[in-house]
T-cell receptor
Framework: TQLLEQSPQFLSIQEGENLTVYCNSSSVFSSLQWYRQEPGEGPVLLVTVVTGGEVKKLKRLTFQFGDARKDSSLHITAAQPGDTGLYLCAGVNRNAGNMLTFGGGTRLMVKP | EADIYQTPRYLVIGTGKKITLECSQTMGHDKMYWYQQDPGMELHLIHYSYGVNSTEKGDLSSESTVSRIRTEHFPLTLESARPSHTSQYLC????????FGQGTRLTVV
């Protein structure tokens, strides 16, 4: 059972466009992470959000944690080809021994 | 910088062979994970561990087995490799955040 649902699954956009990726769950998470994975490599941590309503910015990336700590979003402004990759959200579930649960991922392609 | 290592990085092996994929971390994390992933697709959890002497099966059924005799080491073994096992295998460890190895790309011919 997928506890974390990511949408969209696939996204292909032109360089310079904005986009938002969503991560939704019916479960409450004590923290939520976003990762980015390039082909042939392991996922790399981008950010951790902990507090409901928290917003974090990383250059052109803006991450938001929902007030109820059940959902999160990643917004990219003026996407560049270097942003291409698989974006994964993951939540820490206290009811599962603080194990990490990953969403299915959003595969982003930014065309020049 | 993450201190988690997987070996080998690439492996091509014949059907029926026994293989062990190695994973080691130096961060002292109790929780460790093995994922199977096809290119560009989602991560499928196949095994995880809460700590030493703890191993659990993940969401995706797998013919592989794991062991956790030491905190830092979480090897995965396939007793008899088959072409259907061809995939990328990713190891991770976590405290609050997960850190991943670079993966092992396994091809069974």
């Amino acid at each position: 059972t997928q506890l974390l649902e990511q949408s969209p699954q696939f996204l292909s956009i032109q360089e310079g466009e904005n986009l938002t990726v969503y991560c939704n769950s019916s479960s409450v998470f004590s923290s939520l992470q976003w990762y980015r994975q390039e082909p042939g490599e392991g996922p790399v941590l981008l950010v951790t959000v902990v507090t409901g309503g928290e917003v974090k910015k990383l250059k052109r990336l803006t991450f938001q944690f929902g007030d109820a700590r059940k959902d999160s979003s990643l917004h990219i402004t003026a996407a560049q080809p270097g942003d291409t990759g698989l974006y994964l959200c993951a939540g820490v579930n206290r009811n599962a021994g603080n194990m990490l649960t990953f969403g299915g991922g959003t595969r982003l392609m930014v065309k020049p | 910088e993450a201190d988690i290592y997987q070996t080998p990085r690439y492996l091509v092996i014949g059907t029926g062979k026994k293989i062990t994929l190695e994973c080691s971390q130096t961060m002292g994390h109790d929780k460790m994970y093995w994922y199977q992933q096809d290119p560009g697709m989602e991560l499928h959890l196949i095994h995880y561990s809460y700590g030493v002497n703890s191993t659990e099966k993940g969401d995706l059924s797998s013919e592989s087995t794991v062991s956790r005799i030491r905190t830092e080491h979480f090897p995965l073994t396939l007793e008899s490799a088959r072409p259907s096992h061809t995939s990328q295998y990713l190891c991770a460890s976590s405290d609050r955040e997960a850190f991943f190895g670079q993966g092992t790309r396994l091809t069974v011919v």
